[in-house]
């Protein structure tokens, strides 16, 4: 019920920036998180950042290992979450896959599921 398209991967050299995209669509009448995990070859995938939306506003957390490099934000009107990252270095690495917590409304209520998209391959490397 919820389609999440990334966008942005590629080759980049050390210290290099690159700026991932993903838009939900489908039948959804709120997302409540909405951000990033990767995966390197051969390790668990992994949360980089991550934005959540509350009655204050949006909030945002960012992994230590990215903090300072890496910074996550979104556009509610758009249903789409970005991920800036700069000062990029070979071990970012990874597939970087787009991650949304949703409530969907159905016959017997509203729940909310986790949606995951396709990745999409960040490369650093000279």
């Known amino acids: 019920q919820v389609h999440l398209v990334e966008s942005g991967g590629g080759l980049v050299q050390p210290g290099g920036s690159l700026r991932l995209s993903c838009t939900a669509s489908g039948s959804f009448s709120d997302i409540v998180v909405m951000g990033w995990y990767r995966q390197a070859p051969g390790k668990q995938r992994e949360l980089v950042a991550r934005t959540t939306s509350g009655v204050s506003g949006v909030k945002t957390s960012t992994a230590d290992s990215v903090k300072g490099r890496f910074a996550v934000s979104r556009d509610n009107a758009k249903n789409t979450v970005y991920l800036q990252m700069n000062s990029l270095k070979p071990e970012d690495t990874a597939v970087y896959y787009c991650?949304?917590?949703?409530?969907?409304?159905?016959?017997?209520?509203?729940?909310?599921?986790?949606?995951w998209g396709q990745g999409t391959q960040v490369t650093v490397s000279s």
């Open positions: 991650n949304c917590d949703a409530d969907v409304r159905q016959s017997g209520g509203s729940f909310r599921y986790s949606y």
